[in-house]
């Protein structure tokens, strides 16, 4: 049986409170460069980017991952449209993560999981978003957008089960307080924020197992509520 090539990828997010660039050869990131930031995306992502690719060429890649959300909505734009201008000059497709599953694989390498994992982000405003993975990320729940104090009405099945739920993003210190004691729950012990290597890990494994990510149009920014900008309007 023919061994297949681990691809080599060029990840990116800038979705939330972090920035990262990672290059994944050989099947594992051979460099990174991540920072925990909250404004200032759009200065360090290229010097990020030049850092993990000295010595090689665009040529080099067969795809540009990047996070498409949900999460800061300059954020998100920046990373997604560093990416697309990437590939469309290097001829590369772009492989879209959700931050949601990313920021879930990043707390299986740091947690012993056998329950479902409840993601929850910061949204900048009194909500969060909010899903629940199993441990195999397989999402249980759809992406949503809701206060602390709903989380624990909306997933009634979750908080019970005998291995305790798994939460993690960088609104849990927004969400552990509302929870009732009798709530089966571990907090992770990672920073809950996303990680470029992580992407990248994520996207190598759908193309290694014949996911239909190579063939995605072109990433869009995953809004679950609408941005707290919105266009100027224009005078007839």
């Known amino acids: 049986m023919k061994k297949v090539k681990p691809p080599t990828i060029l990840a990116l997010d800038s979705a939330g409170g972090a920035c990262s660039a990672a290059l994944f050869i050989n099947g594992e990131v051979s460099r990174r460069e991540w920072v925990a930031i909250s404004r200032g995306h759009a200065e360090i992502l290229m010097p ?5 690719m000295i010595g090689y060429s665009y040529s080099d890649l067969d795809a540009i991952a990047v996070t498409v959300g949900p999460g800061s909505y300059t954020g998100l734009r920046i990373g997604i449209a560093v990416a697309r201008g990437l590939a469309l000059a290097a001829k590369l497709k772009i492989i879209s993560v959700s931050s949601f599953k990313a920021i879930a694989r990043g707390a299986l390498i740091t947690d ?99 996911s239909s ?24």
């Open 213 to 236: 990510v190579m063939d995605q149009s072109p990433p869009r920014p995953v809004y679950i509520r609408s941005p707290d900008v919105s266009p100027p309007q224009v005078n007839s």
């Open 48 to 52: 990020m980017i030049s850092s993990v």
């Open 112 to 210: 012993e999981i056998n329950g479902p994992i409840l993601v929850a982000l910061d949204t900048k405003r009194d909500d969060l978003y909010i899903q629940t993975l199993d441990n195999n990320l397989v999402p249980l729940t759809p992406p949503a957008c809701m206060n602390p104090e709903e989380v624990v009405l909306a997933f009634p099945e979750v908080w019970f089960l005998e291995y305790p739920v798994v939460i993690v993003g960088d609104a849990v210190s927004r969400l552990v307080p509302v929870l009732p004691k009798n709530h089966n729950f571990i907090v992770s012990e990672g920073s809950g924020l996303a990680d470029a290597a992580i992407v990248a890990a994520e996207a190598a494994e759908n193309i290694l197992l014949g």
